[in-house]
């Protein structure tokens, strides 16, 4: 391979596509005339590469130029640099364009469970197939530090559990909560508390099954001073990590529980999902947290597609 970059000077693009548009044409003035230039300096700047080469590339005729050996080797070599410019200036041009790159996105189950969440992420590959997206789950409190350390450019929870410095979080949506009994017991209460809401007190009366912090979304917080408030002290059966588990202990019988609206539906052979009477003040955030001043364009990109499909 011949060493194209042992110069007094570093060898610039230009050079070789002087030197491709000679080797092509096989003619001095017709190359100067694809490009643009005159034909004096062109031949200058051949030889210039030609000597700081050591190689002599063309062989001088009176109707041209053709290519030594020594040249054609040089050709496949120069070829190959500038087929490879093109393709990084396409490259970083679609990336200019917010075409291209990658995008890490980090979520908790329960944000998951809502519709949008999904939705979104479909209109964004759809907008930017070019970007390749990169998805994690984890509870509030992990998506949060990898957020903040620089691993993920968004992500999608519910109340953040700790605000760090330099992180912006968007409400996107707000739904009810909703009480998860199993079916069994849920079966067994009259029919108005079925239908109407499930009393706050009726509720305490099974053990709960809590998202434990620093891994929980705010919301079991605001559900156990809401209970304190009236006076009840509930019975935590389990806490968890993660907004999925506590479903799965409620379908095993192990204790209810409080989720997003939007879960409801989960373990719909075991577990059955109530409305809550009287606590209005229980709701589910869906927060979209980033990066304050964010540099990457898809991760701008896509905080503008869900604040736009939110209508925020």
Not at 113 to 120: C, E, I, L, S, T
Not at 187 to 205: F, I
Request: glycine fraction near 6%.
């Amino acid at each position: 391979m011949i060493e194209v970059f042992r110069y007094e000077k570093d060898m610039d693009l230009r050079a070789l596509r002087y030197f491709a548009a000679v080797a092509e044409t096989g003619h001095m003035t017709r190359a100067a005339e694809r490009l643009g230039i005159q034909q004096p300096p062109l031949s200058q700047q051949i030889k210039t590469l030609e000597r700081t080469l050591g190689l002599q590339l063309f062989k001088r005729h009176p109707r041209g130029v053709t290519l030594t050996e020594a040249g054609r080797l040089f050709q496949l070599e120069a070829r190959r640099l500038l087929d490879d410019a093109d393709a990084m200036r396409i490259r970083m041009k679609r990336v200019a364009e917010g075409q291209a790159g990658v995008l890490r996105v980090g979520f908790t189950s329960s944000a998951a469970a809502h519709r949008f969440v999904p939705d979104a992420l479909r209109a964004f590959r759809q907008a930017y197939p070019g970007v390749e997206l990169q998805l994690r789950e984890a509870n509030a409190a992990d998506v949060t530090e990898a957020l903040a350390a620089g691993r993920l450019h968004a992500a999608l929870l519910r109340r953040p559990v700790a605000r760090p410095e330099g992180l912006r979080f968007d409400t996107l949506l707000r739904e009810p909560m909703v009480a998860a009994l199993p079916i069994d017991r849920a079966e067994a209460l009259p029919v108005r508390m079925r239908k109407k809401g499930l009393p706050l007190k009726r509720l305490c009366e099974d053990p709960l099954i809590l998202v434990r912090r620093p891994g929980a979304p705010g919301m079991y917080a605001d559900l156990l001073a809401l209970c304190h408030s009236q006076g009840l002290a509930p019975r935590v059966a389990a806490e968890v990590d993660r907004m999925m588990t506590n479903l799965n202990l409620v379908a095993a019988g192990v204790g209810a529980s409080v989720v997003p609206a939007s879960m409801a539906g989960v373990h719909a052979h075991a577990v059955a999902y109530l409305p809550l009477e009287g606590c209005d003040s229980l709701d589910a955030p869906l927060t979209l947290a980033w990066r304050d001043g964010e540099d990457s364009l898809p991760a701008r990109q896509f905080h503008a597609l869900l604040h736009q499909r939110a209508g925020t």
